[in-house]
């Protein structure tokens, strides 16, 4: 536990009572369903990040692992008629199974930059090949819905948004702390991330730590696709596998400051909300046009700021809070 440090905590420990207060305010429908996507898009970029950010490996195909999470739970709650809540579970070992397959290859044979981003997009666009043209079990191209289940926490289920908030609250927290958790696999990665060659020099097996981060990841990120399919109660190829899914993912952690232990959270409050603003009021008729105003403002934080948002709160607070001014 030596590894939790008290500096991290206590804001851990804040932004959970605080988080956990907020639907007491009795918000409109509309702002709590935001305030669900800011913590989802946190929690996934965060869950990327531990392989993006932390071990220095850029993928842009982590939505292989959240489709695969997403249309898990639908197949274990339509077809064994399991319930939601195991099925976050199960989901999240299914993707982590399923980066085996697609990391171990990756990594046994050094597959670096840009050639193992290459690689990340190309299996997600087989898997939404895949799913499209399988129609008779995953629904094709039109995509499946959740069946509608008894109201609760066991079926993920609720009327009201408050509930599917404290879920998404809760799985974030989690994942934070267990991150914390990690101490020494964590400075591992960080060296691998900096110099492999010279990782493996001093006795870190490269490939094993390597694969341990996409698994890992990949995990939470197929927890993620499950929380999904349970509060949207739909998905289709398009969402489930699309390069928007992991671009999304991506460009929060680099906006926040994929480095840091907050920067996903930091980019998911600021560029979610203006995304879905983008989304009504040019969706219609720019589609994607989200997509062109993220980019540009991760081309200006990666010319001015390239260690993202969190990088001008990190010298604020050393300055003015730490040392007084």
Same mark, same amino acid.
């Given at each position: 536990?030596?590894?939790?440090?008290?500096?991290?905590?206590?804001?851990?420990?804040?932004?959970?009572?605080?988080?956990?207060?907020? =639907?007491?305010?009795?918000?409109?429908?509309?702002?709590?369903?935001v305030l669900i996507l800011?913590?989802?898009?946190?929690?996934?970029?965060?869950?990327?990040?531990?392989?993006?950010?932390?071990?220095?490996?850029?993928?842009?195909?982590?939505?292989?692992?959240?489709?695969? #999470?997403?249309?898990?739970?639908?197949?274990?709650?339509?077809?064994?008629?399991?319930?939601?809540?195991?099925?976050?579970?199960?989901?999240?070992?299914?993707?982590?199974?399923?980066?085996?397959?697609?990391?171990?290859?990756?990594?046994?044979?050094?597959?670096?930059?840009?050639?193992?981003?290459?690689?990340?997009?190309?299996?997600?666009?087989?898997?939404?090949?895949?799913?499209?043209?399988?129609?008779?079990?995953?629904?094709?191209?039109? #995509?499946?819905?959740?069946?509608?289940?008894?109201?609760?926490?066991?079926?993920?289920?609720?009327? #009201?948004?408050?509930?599917?908030?404290?879920?998404?609250?809760?799985?974030?927290?989690?994942?934070?702390?267990?991150?914390?958790?990690?101490?020494?696999?964590?400075?591992?990665?960080?060296?691998?991330?900096?110099?492999?060659?010279?990782?493996?020099?001093?006795?870190?097996?490269?490939?094993?730590?390597?694969?341990l981060a996409l698994m890992?990841?990949?995990?939470?990120?197929?927890?993620?696709?499950?929380?999904?399919?349970?509060?949207?109660?739909?998905?289709?190829?398009?969402?489930?596998f699309g390069l928007d899914?992991?671009?999304?993912?991506?460009?929060?952690?680099?906006?926040?400051?994929?480095?840091?232990?907050?920067?996903?959270?930091?980019?998911?409050?600021?560029?979610?909300?203006?995304?879905?603003?983008?989304?009504?009021?040019?969706?219609?008729?720019?589609?994607?046009?989200?997509?062109?105003?993220?980019?540009?403002?991760?081309?200006?934080?990666?010319?001015?700021? =390239?260690?993202?948002?969190?990088?001008?709160?990190?010298?604020?607070?050393?300055?003015?809070?730490?040392?007084?001014?």
């Amino acid at each position: 536990m030596k590894s939790l440090k008290l500096n991290r905590i206590i804001p851990i420990t804040l932004i959970l009572l605080i988080g956990y207060l907020i =639907p007491i305010i009795q918000l409109p429908p509309y702002i709590m369903h935001v305030l669900i996507l800011v913590i989802m898009w946190a929690y996934l970029s965060t869950a990327w990040s531990i392989l993006g950010g932390a071990a220095g490996q850029l993928s842009l195909g982590h939505a292989t692992f959240f489709g695969t #999470g997403a249309y898990t739970a639908y197949f274990l709650t339509v077809w064994f008629g399991l319930p939601p809540l195991t099925n976050l579970l199960v989901s999240g070992l299914t993707a982590s199974l399923l980066s085996v397959v697609i990391g171990y290859p990756c990594f046994r044979y050094g597959l670096r930059g840009v050639y193992f981003t290459l690689a990340t997009i190309a299996f997600t666009e087989i898997m939404k090949d895949l799913f499209i043209y399988l129609r008779e079990l995953t629904g094709g191209s039109l #995509g499946v819905w959740m069946p509608v289940l008894p109201e609760g926490i066991i079926t993920l289920y609720f009327l #009201g948004k408050e509930a599917y908030y404290y879920v998404i609250t809760t799985l974030y927290v989690v994942l934070m702390i267990i991150i914390n958790l990690m101490g020494r696999f964590r400075e591992y990665l960080t060296a691998i991330r900096e110099d492999e060659d010279v990782s493996a020099s001093i006795g870190i097996n490269v490939t094993r730590y390597k694969l341990l981060a996409l698994m890992i990841s990949s995990f939470f990120v197929g927890v993620g696709g499950a929380y999904y399919i349970c509060y949207f109660r739909y998905i289709n190829p398009y969402v489930a596998f699309g390069l928007d899914t992991s671009l999304q993912m991506v460009l929060i952690g680099i906006f926040g400051g994929m480095y840091s232990f907050w920067g996903p959270l930091i980019g998911s409050v600021i560029l979610t909300p203006i995304g879905e603003y983008l989304r009504i009021t040019l969706g219609g008729t720019y589609v994607g046009s989200h997509l062109l105003i993220y980019g540009l403002l991760l081309i200006l934080i990666i010319r001015f700021l =390239p260690k993202g948002i969190y990088s001008i709160l990190e010298s604020v607070y050393s300055k003015y809070l730490v040392r007084g001014g």
